[in-house]
Structure formats: C-alpha cells, structure tokens
C-alpha cells in the first residue's frame, strides 16, 4: 500500500473533543454503505443560490467518504446571500453533512472562489475541523502531485490573453499580479467582483473559447509550479485528461451537471457524473426515499 503521505500529522484539539460526542441518526446507516474513497474534489456548489441542486449533493454526500475532501471554492454563494438570503434546509443540510464528515475524521480543505472569497481573510484557520487555504497541493498515492486552487485569479489573465500573449511572460505575471490585487482591494470597499463568466456571456464569441483558454491558463500554471497536474472549478465544466504532459482535472459544479471528482486508492482520479447517475435511475433530484427533512422535487 502506498502512504499516507497527505494525512495531517496534527489534528485542532477541538476535533478530538467532538469526535466523542455520538451522533445517533439515521444517517449512520446510509454512510455505512457509502463507497469509501482516499480523497474528494467538490467545487461549485453554490449554497445560497435556488440554482444549487443541494438534494443531489446530499445524495452524492451520503453515498461517498473519503479520508480528504478538497472544497475547490464557490461553495457557497456570498455575492447572492448579499442580495437577499436565500438558505433552504437542504443548504443547511450540505453544510452539517460536511461538518460531520470532519468530525468523523475526514481532513476537509476549503480552497476558496470568488463566490466565497471572503473566506480568503480567514486562510490559514480552522472552522469546524474545516482548514482554510488560499491554494493546496495534493500528494496522490501515485506520487503525482497536484495543484488544488478554484481558477478566478486567472479571470482578467484571460480576459487579455491576447495582448499578454503578445508581451509574453513579464505581462502575464505582472497581470495576475495585479488583478490578485484589485480583487482584493475591490472586496475590502465591497465592490462585486468582476464576472469571467457573465463577460464571456455578454462576448459570445469570446465564451467559445473561454472554457479553452481557462484550461491552458490553468495547465500552464501547474507547470510552472512544478507540478504534475491541477484539480480546479469555476468554469462549471467537469474533464480529466492530459494536456501537454499535465493532468488537467476540473471537478464541475452543483448547479447543472452536478459532477464530483475521486481519488481512488492507487491514485487514479476519476469524475463522478452523478446528475447522470441520478437522471439514469429514474432519481432527477437526488432524493433518497424515506429520508425525513429533505425538501420535495420542485
Ligand atoms: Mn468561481
């Protein structure tokens, strides 16, 4: 067996404690048969939105464990719940389910987006047994390392790729430099953030190749960083395949696709398309039958 290399040597002191306290529900049950995986990738979610599809990632939740679970940004939705507050149970629900799995003794990383990017002021802390970083690097069983980050620092790269292309490496780290930046200025007088995708969607010429260049963005980065791929989101567009010797591994979203991504026990990542799963089994919305609080199919 390979080993554990990613498994935290400490554990917050807190966890200990929590980890006593019994749980008597009947979700022991539906976890007991739930498939078990080294790690998971979630992005995406959108929690605070009525386009999150939560009933499905519950389902998803109830029927997938993992040792490590990488929450790869926009997992819930600041910039919506700024607008109004929009929190059904199910979202209440995604977020205890998570929880749990801390408590259980999952390591869980929150890699924040710029859905949730005021998470970004508490990088470096603990909430719940939940750990927040700016970006990760996971170690697979098979020694390939990856670059975890949600991909939005590439937005205004992107956005001038052309010109930067044109003036080659200099501009384009002074660029993301710079929109690293303004981003963060921009939230601290509480601006909205600048949208790559509702600006690829004004551009429709431009949102043909946006997924495209978000890709070799991303692949380019995990290059540069030495790594031998990236696991990010944002784009809300699932894939694992190799670009110029790079795994590019995007994990999706939970808002149309409802796709997640696995790390097998040899290293193999691979994606879970469970909306297609769930459409196929005659389950459109998620829902387990019999289980109690979970909202109706709408
Ligand atoms: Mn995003």
């Not at 498994?7 to 009947?26: I, L």
């Not at 600048?194 to 429709?204: G, N, P």
Request: a neutral charge; glycine letters at 10%; aromatic letters at 10%.
């Amino acid at each position: 067996m390979a080993p554990d290399v990613h498994r935290p040597v400490t554990k917050p002191c807190s966890k200990t404690a929590m980890a006593n306290m019994t749980m008597p529900d009947s979700e022991n049950q539906i976890e007991a048969g739930a498939r078990r995986f080294r790690t998971l990738f979630i992005s995406d979610v959108h929690l605070g939105t009525k386009g999150c599809q939560a009933p499905m990632l519950l389902d998803f939740l109830a029927r997938h464990d993992a040792d490590t679970i990488y929450l790869i940004g926009d997992i819930v939705d600041g910039w919506r719940l700024k607008q109004g507050w929009y929190w059904p149970q199910a979202h209440n629900d995604v977020v205890q389910k998570l929880l749990r799995k801390a408590r259980k003794g999952a390591r869980v990383i929150y890699v924040p987006g710029n859905h949730d990017e005021f998470l970004r002021d508490y990088v470096g802390m603990h909430f719940g047994g939940v750990e927040v970083m700016e970006t990760a690097i996971h170690e697979a069983a098979d020694g390939r390392k990856y670059l975890i980050m949600h991909g939005d620092v590439f937005d205004t790269v992107i956005r001038h790729a052309r010109w930067l292309a044109l003036l080659g490496d200099w501009a384009y780290g002074t660029a993301l430099f710079v929109s690293t930046w303004l981003n963060l200025v921009r939230r601290r007088l509480g601006f909205t953030y600048w949208s790559l995708s509702a600006w690829a969607k004004y551009k429709v010429k431009n949102a043909v190749n946006f997924i495209g260049r978000f890709e070799e963005v991303l692949v380019a980065e995990a290059r540069r960083q030495g790594v031998d791929g990236v696991v990010c989101g944002h784009i809300h567009s699932a894939a694992n395949r190799m670009m110029g010797g790079i795994v590019y591994v995007n994990t999706g979203d939970w808002v149309e696709s409802c796709t997640a991504v696995v790390e097998h026990e040899d290293g193999r990542l691979e994606v879970i398309d469970w909306g297609g799963r769930a459409r196929a089994a005659g389950r459109p919305h998620g829902e387990l039958p019999g289980e109690r609080g979970w909202p109706q199919a709408a």
